[in-house]
């Protein structure tokens, strides 16, 4: 694996690359790696020559009293799990390079797909996210990027930047990794006690709780809805944020659900948020 610290010296590494008439697959990311980032890395070997991860927390998407400066940074062992697991190029910009201006004038909006749920929680966190997105793209132009499931609005949103901004990018979404227990798997999830992390698994509960309410037969969203809502109100020391059934690709609420359809929450145990979903 070859770790790559300047954008210049990223689209040197590209064109040489192409110039061998190879394809190339990007995953991006925030670094503290885990076995969901790495399943991500195995979809990218799957479909191209070349792969790139990246690893650069993204200021832009987080919100002022958010955890930016504590977020976990561990690139010793990201870049021996990334060259393990077979990424090629492992590119690892600053913020003085991604962002000289300090903040870009020209940003990415995400529209309806970015309006709720996490987009009404973290105010502008689409617009960070999509616009980091649309300059790794610039960097990198992959013929096809892996983004996983776990951020299934986030997934969204790039395909709708994709489709409406016409990028020559294949988007994948590859399934969730979860722990034994069935928690989503998080770099996150390093923040949380034991007592906090028994909370946190209500959420996936409660998400397959409405799964197999669907499996039964259930399709009114608001019955669905409640099933959830009533296991994550009876626990204390857990904060709800929303759990809703909505289109997969729209994140508009449904009142029908159908196959495909998702069902997202977010709860806050402590001072830690955690967000899951599934697919009906
Ligand atoms: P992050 O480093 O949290 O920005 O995540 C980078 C990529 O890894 C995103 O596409 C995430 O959706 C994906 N990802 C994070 N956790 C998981 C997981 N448990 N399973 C699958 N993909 C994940």
Known sequence: MKSVGTIDEMRHVIAGVRAKGKSISFVPTMGALHEGHLTLIDEAKRVADSV??????????????????????????DAKLASKRGVDFLFTPTREDMYPEHAPV?????????????????????????TVVAKLFHIIMPDVAVFGQKDLQQAAAVKAMVRDLNFPVGI????????DDGLAMSSRNRYLSPK???????????????????????????????TGWRMLERVAGLTPRYLAAVNADTFQRVNNVRHGDAAVGAVRVGETRLIDNIIF
């Open 52 to 77: 790139v991860m990246s690893i650069f927390v993204n200021p832009l998407q987080f919100g002022p009293s958010e955890d930016f400066d504590r977020y976990p940074r561990t690139l010793d062992d």
């Open 106 to 130: 020209v940003i990415v909006h995400p529209g309806s797909v970015g309006k709720e749920w996490e987009g009404a929680v973290r105010p502008r966190h689409f617009e960070g996210v999509l």
């Open 172 to 179: 994948l979404v590859a399934p969730t990794v979860r722990e």
């Open 196 to 226: 906090d992390r028994e909370l946190g698994l209500i959420l996936s509960k409660a998400l397959f709780a409405m799964r197999d309410a669907f499996g039964r037969g259930e399709r009114r969203a608001s019955a669905l809805e409640a």
